[in-house]
């Protein structure tokens, strides 16, 4: 067990339609990061957040937003949903910025989009 | 850009075998480089690590050396368990001030009793 929760672990959902992902990071991190794993993609870093301020994106679509709260929880937000957009998404957490700590991954919430 | 290329899977051996799974690495300036490993049905766990050139990272009796000359950081096991199956990636961090990790696609390593 990391320490990082993420919810929910499966979802079923239409095209079109709007889900959001929760994560929850490990006791006293500060930095959250999301990522995707799909099969033709890979793993793809998607946004980092750092104290509540986005600190790095990578290939997030503007169909996708996240947001860190004062609580340090973070959602991602996925909207107007595609075929496409089926995949695993992990969120992690660190204490610090990310070079120099060990880097902690949940287990994923699958989304299948139908 | 950076980039991490992985040697292709699966991977088949036999319980007790040498295992080697290769990586090398397009970055510039200094990167950190990782292995993390991923069990069926499971997210991903650092495996090891290594900051800096020459460095050596091990954990569970997995090896890796940041080969700075060859741009590489190949996994080595001297004798893999079956309990050792999962989905291997090798990753980066590079030395900008962000916890970006950039992973190849993975190696799938199989071990048969």
């Known amino acids: 067990d990391s320490g990082v929760t993420q919810t929910p672990k499966h979802l079923i959902t239409a095209t079109g339609q709007r889900v959001t992902l929760r994560c929850s990071p490990r006791?006293?991190?500060?930095?959250v990061y999301w990522y995707q794993q799909s099969l033709d993609q890979g793993l793809q870093f998607l946004i980092q957040y750092y104290n509540g301020e986005e600190r790095a994106k990578g290939n997030i679509l503007e169909r996708f937003s996240a947001q860190q709260f004062p609580d340090l929880h973070s959602e991602l937000n996925l909207s107007s949903l595609e075929l496409g957009d089926s995949a695993l998404y992990f969120c992690a957490s660190s204490v610090d910025e990310g070079k120099r700590n060990t880097i902690y991954f949940g287990e994923g919430s699958w989304l299948t989009v139908v | 850009g950076n980039s991490v290329t992985q040697m292709e899977g699966p991977v088949t051996l036999s319980e007790e075998a040498f295992l080697t799974i290769n990586c090398t690495y397009t970055a510039t300036g200094y990167p950190s480089l990782f292995w993390y490993v991923q069990y069926p049905g499971e997210g991903l766990q650092l495996l090891l690590k290594?900051?800096?050139?020459?460095d050596k990272g091990s954990n569970k009796g997995f090896e890796a050396t940041y080969r700075k000359e060859t741009t590489s950081f190949h996994l080595e096991k001297g004798s893999v368990q079956v309990s050792d199956s999962a989905v291997y990636f090798c990753?980066?961090?590079?030395?900008?001030?962000?916890?970006?990790?950039?992973f190849g696609q993975g190696t799938t390593l199989q071990v048969k009793p």
């Open positions: 990753a980066l961090i590079s030395s900008g001030n962000t916890g970006k990790l950039i």
């Open positions: 006791s006293g991190d500060l930095s």
């Open positions: 290594a900051t800096k050139a020459d």
